[in-house]
């Protein structure tokens, strides 16, 4: 596990890609939740290094997000950044993200997002630890979200997998509270050196202008290339 940002994927893939989303909305949901929504998501990754001089790497990036229900394409986010590796534990980025919601029964609605985050991924033994400090500005409805993401990672010797688990919550400064949490399990495989596919499972609970909860979970399959 911006201004509209095209990324290739390899050939091979895309069908994949649509086999898996069709795949998720069919299969039968968990028992978690049963009045939760299902989704399938992808995530369509690029990152290109331009500069690098001992740790310092300067990385503008690039990720599709689509989510997909039994209706179809109900959510669409595009992400165009830059970020700067300054050791080989921390970087910083900035980045734009706007996103379009497609919900049946809503109107349609565009929103214009903009963050900065500090990423930390110290290492413990074998474990591979990442902590992401986001401050985002939704322009579009007049707030800060603060996110903070943490992710534990264990590669297992002699292969390429890394299963691994997550969790973010988000807090809105017009609500000043949680908003909106997201726990995963998933697994990471290192196809080649610059090329990896993360398949993960996500419970996201979200009450973001609501009274309760809402709850949301779904597979997602993430697909990512650093050139």
């Given at each position: 596990m911006?201004?509209?940002?095209?990324v290739?994927?390899?050939g091979?893939?895309?069908p994949?890609?649509?086999f898996l989303a069709?795949?998720?909305l069919?299969?039968?949901?968990?028992?978690?939740?049963?009045?939760?929504?299902?989704?399938?998501?992808?995530?369509?990754?690029?990152?290109?290094?331009?500069?690098?001089?001992?740790?310092?790497a300067?990385?503008?990036?690039a990720r599709?997000?689509?989510r997909f229900?039994?209706?179809?394409?109900v959510y669409?986010q595009w992400?165009?950044?830059?970020?700067?590796?300054?050791l080989p534990?921390l970087?910083?980025a900035?980045y734009?993200?706007?996103?379009?919601q497609l919900?049946?029964?809503k109107p349609?609605?565009?929103?214009n997002?903009?963050g900065?985050d500090?990423?930390?991924q110290?290492?413990?033994?074998?474990?591979?630890?990442?902590?992401?400090?986001?401050?985002?500005w939704?322009?579009?409805?007049?707030?800060?979200?603060?996110?903070?993401?943490?992710?534990i990672?264990?590669?297992?010797?002699?292969?390429r997998l890394?299963?691994?688990?997550y969790?973010?919550?988000?807090?809105?400064?017009?609500?000043?509270?949680?908003?909106?949490n997201?726990?995963?399990?998933?697994?990471?495989?290192?196809a080649?050196?610059?090329r990896t596919?993360?398949?993960?499972?996500?419970?996201e609970?979200?009450?973001?202008?609501?009274?309760?909860?809402q709850?949301?979970?779904f597979?997602g399959l993430?697909?990512?290339?650093?050139?």
């Amino acid at each position: 596990m911006g201004s509209v940002v095209t990324v290739r994927v390899p050939g091979g893939w895309r069908p994949a890609l649509g086999f898996l989303a069709a795949l998720l909305l069919a299969a039968p949901a968990p028992g978690i939740a049963q009045a939760a929504s299902r989704e399938g998501r992808t995530y369509l990754d690029i990152e290109y290094t331009v500069l690098r001089k001992g740790p310092l790497a300067l990385r503008p990036y690039a990720r599709a997000e689509s989510r997909f229900r039994s209706t179809g394409l109900v959510y669409e986010q595009w992400n165009a950044g830059l970020r700067l590796r300054v050791l080989p534990w921390l970087s910083v980025a900035a980045y734009y993200t706007p996103r379009e919601q497609l919900y049946p029964g809503k109107p349609k609605a565009f929103k214009n997002v903009a963050g900065v985050d500090v990423v930390l991924q110290p290492s413990l033994g074998r474990f591979r630890l990442l902590n992401r400090e986001t401050d985002e500005w939704h322009a579009t409805d007049g707030f800060h979200r603060y996110r903070n993401l943490l992710e534990i990672a264990y590669p297992l010797p002699g292969a390429r997998l890394s299963p691994y688990f997550y969790d973010e919550l988000r807090i809105d400064s017009d609500q000043g509270r949680v908003n909106m949490n997201d726990v995963g399990v998933g697994v990471q495989f290192n196809a080649t050196a610059t090329r990896t596919l993360r398949l993960a499972y996500d419970i996201e609970a979200n009450r973001r202008l609501l009274p309760t909860l809402q709850y949301a979970h779904f597979v997602g399959l993430a697909v990512a290339a650093h050139l």
